[in-house]
Nanobody, 126 residues
């Protein structure tokens, strides 16, 4: 089992920045592909960003491309989501997800992930 715990959410004004962190414990982290998803009130969970186990490839939803950056530090068992130029429509609960995957594939569907954190809330005021 892998346990994922997110942090870094909060309230920020539009145009501001936040960095979300997700720490993994329970198993060696190196082989895990990771992703970030979000779910706003009354909305379905949606893909935000993903990174391969090595960190060599990343992929972003069109809505966040150019504003968000996902990164992974295998030595620290951490994955990050740097969010810049935040908009009110970015407000949501953000979840990190992981799957053991020693491939070059970037996993963009929530059904592809085995492990999930409890979420951290991001609220962007206008």
């Amino acid at each position: 089992q892998v346990q994922l715990v997110e942090s870094g959410g909060g309230l920020v004004q539009a145009g501001g920045s936040l960095r979300l962190s997700c720490v993994a414990s329970g198993r060696p982290f190196n082989g895990y592909a990771m992703g970030w998803f979000r779910q706003g009130p009354g909305k379905e969970r949606e893909f935000v960003a993903a990174i391969t186990w090595s960190g060599g490839s990343t992929y972003y939803a069109d809505s966040v491309k150019g504003r968000f950056t996902i990164s992974k530090d295998n030595a620290k068992n951490m994955v990050y989501l740097q969010m810049n130029s935040l908009k009110p429509e970015d407000s949501a609960a953000y979840y990190c997800a992981g799957r053991l995957s020693y491939t070059r594939l970037v996993l963009t569907s929530d059904g592809q992930y085995d492990y999930w954190g409890q979420g951290t809330q991001v609220t962007v005021s206008s």
